[in-house]
């Protein structure tokens, strides 16, 4: 078996990942794809309890706990407001001190949340309101953009390193609803295309998923659901898993991937078929 062979096969033992927004839904998925696949993960929320919002998890302490001793991989839970530099930089900071130089970054706490902590209403591009329009570039633009500001240094000076931005399948497409939220996931992919490329003469590889809807906890509780989108299986019109996009993910943070930057991978079974 050849040099490429041996790296290709590998797993992901050894890498550290800071999996943001992983104590429930998507994140949640992710942080336990990586550590099966044998990555050292720090998992993180905004609160200790925000993992038992929807039922799937009694505490982020909880979870991290729980991963360690089913994987074997070691694990700790931080707390912040990505949004809040301070914060991000401690967070940064006590996931490095926890399990050592982070070489994974996924991106994924953001949502269409506004300022009172639930979906805006109105949420078009003209009635919603300034509040609720800052909250959600907060939640998604800047804490994307601040996260990787802390992380980012560190893998440049390593020359490794793989970060993977969330946007969504309404930041490539018009919406009467959600709309500023669209707009700050275009803004993330675009971002991730300008860090690809100054990243590029450093080896650090950064690309962005763009999910379509996806039966995550929330939003199970908080969507109207169509029955006939439920079903998995091969039938691709249908709701994503979230098992379906950790596995996309952990294919963009592995060493399968390590030519592969700057890229927009759309996790949504076809549903938009767009040229850009």
């Not at 912040?80 to 930089?89: L, M, N, S, T």
């Not at 399990?99 to 009635?127: E, V």
Request: aromatic content about 4%; charged content about 15%; glycine content about 12%.
């Amino acid at each position: 078996m050849n040099e490429w062979a041996r790296v290709s096969s590998a797993s992901l033992a050894g890498q550290v990942a800071l999996v943001t927004g992983s104590g429930r839904g998507l994140g949640r998925a992710i942080a336990s794809r990586l550590a099966e696949l044998g990555a050292d993960v720090a998992v993180h929320d905004i609160s200790e309890s925000a993992p038992a919002q929807f039922g799937e998890e009694k505490s982020l302490t909880g979870l991290a706990e729980r991963l360690a001793a089913q994987l074997g991989v070691r694990t700790t839970a931080v707390l912040g407001d990505i949004a809040d530099e301070a914060q991000v930089a401690a967070m940064v900071a006590a996931t490095e001190q926890a399990l050592g130089p982070i070489s994974i970054l996924i991106n994924c706490a953001g949502g269409d949340i506004g300022a009172a902590g639930g979906k805006p209403n109105p949420n078009g591009a003209l009635d919603i309101s300034l509040a609720d329009t800052q909250a959600i570039i907060n939640r998604n633009f800047i804490g994307t953009m601040l996260v990787c500001r802390a992380v980012m240094p560190g893998m440049a000076a390593r020359n490794e390193g793989s970060v993977i931005n969330f946007g969504s399948l309404n930041g490539h497409r018009a919406v009467t609803s959600e709309v500023v939220y669209g707009c700050m996931k275009a803004a993330i992919v675009h971002y991730t295309r300008c860090l690809a490329m100054e990243m590029r003469p450093h080896g650090v590889r950064v690309n962005v998923v763009s999910p379509g809807p996806t039966m995550s906890a929330r939003f199970l509780a908080t969507r109207t659901t169509d029955p006939a989108m439920m079903a998995a299986g091969p039938n691709l019109d249908r709701y994503a898993t979230p098992e379906e996009v950790a596995g996309v993910v952990a294919f963009l943070a592995g060493p399968d991937s390590r030519f592969v930057s700057g890229q927009v991978v759309r996790i949504d079974g076809a549903a938009g078929l767009y040229p850009a």
